[in-house]
């Protein structure tokens, strides 16, 4: 069984110098490019793999795993480049970006155009699931990535994936229920479910829609031998979802402290 020490130190290093950079020089830096339904993250590791700064934030440019709005994406990566080579004082050169299973043929051009739009010159394109797995390092059973757009499955057999499945129900769908159990708009409804004071209430309005992506979960690894469920992606966040997913499962299920940034930080790995 694994345990997510070395996933949540880094989590937790990665979460100080998003706050505060570590300036120390460094002979070089892998940037982890993360294009999201939700959310842009960038993630920043020195010549030792350590993080040393990252960034984020919430837009409107990806679709499961869709570009929609390309400029507007070139644009957010761009940014949120300059700001961390200003807090580094230096210049960001390498990257890596990753597309969701199943979406290469589809998209994966159009993320490296974005990611090289930006400045960046890219040094990989990986899948998702592959990312994440270079952080938390399971040998076997199925990692579920509950992101903004979508739902990742994949499944892992002695290290590698073997299966890999995306579908469209996520953390926007959540905010959907929010916002019409409470009546709030949906931006007010995609805040206030973030926050985590407010988790122990969501959690019996927003059970159904937990239930629904367990059922996801379990028509794909049905037909495999799933022992462990591992669960990643800023969905994953919301307290008590793991429970819920455990029991509609039946399969034991884990996720790491913060589960947001295990993919981001897998990029930057993998750079
Ligand atoms: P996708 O993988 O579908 O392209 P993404 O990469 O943008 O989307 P993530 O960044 O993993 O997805 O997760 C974004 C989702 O996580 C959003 O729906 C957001 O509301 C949700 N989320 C982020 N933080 C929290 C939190 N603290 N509590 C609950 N949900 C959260």
């Known amino acids: ?28 830096y892998y940037t982890g490019v993360d294009l999201g339904t939700a959310c842009v993250v960038l993630a920043v590791l020195d010549e030792n793999f350590r993080p040393v700064a ?13 570009v929609v709005d390309y400029i507007g994406a070139i644009r957010i990566v761009r940014e949120l480049k300059a700001e961390l080579e200003e807090k580094l004082d230096t210049e960001l050169l390498y990257a890596a970006a990753a597309i969701p299973p199943g979406t290469d043929s589809l998209d ?17 394109l990986l899948d998702e ?19 903004g757009g979508t739902t990742g499955i994949s499944i892992l057999k002695d290290g590698k994936v073997v299966y890999v ?13 929010v916002s019409g159990a409470y009546n709030l708009s949906f931006s007010e409804a995609e805040l206030y479910k973030r926050k985590e004071e407010n988790h122990k209430e969501l959690l019996p309005v927003l059970k159904p829609v937990i239930e629904k992506v367990a059922s996801i979960i379990n028509r794909h690894i049905k037909g495999y031998d799933v022992d462990e469920i591992y ?10 979802i793991e429970t ?8 034991h299920t884990r996720k790491p ?5 295990v993919t981001p930080l897998g990029i930057a790995f993998s750079c």
């Open 1 to 28: 069984e694994i345990t997510f020490d070395s996933c949540n130190q880094l989590v937790s290093q990665f979460e100080a110098v998003v706050k505060n950079p570590v300036r120390e020089r460094s002979s070089v």
């Open 54 to 66: 990252g960034a984020y934030r919430y837009a409107d440019v990806v679709r499961d795993g869709m």
């Open 108 to 124: 994966g051009g159009a993320i490296k155009n974005v990611v090289q739009g930006a400045g960046f010159e890219i040094t990989a």
């Open 129 to 147: 699931p592959t990312a994440a797995n270079a952080v938390l390092k399971i040998q076997n059973g199925a990692v579920v990535d509950i992101g």
């Open 165 to 177: 499945a995306d579908e469209p129900t996520g953390g926007t769908h959540f905010s959907l229920v």
């Open 231 to 240: 669960l990643v992606g800023g969905t994953c966040c919301l307290a008590g």
């Open 244 to 251: 819920i997913i455990e029991k509609q499962t039946g399969i």
């Open 257 to 261: 402290d913060n589960p947001m940034f």
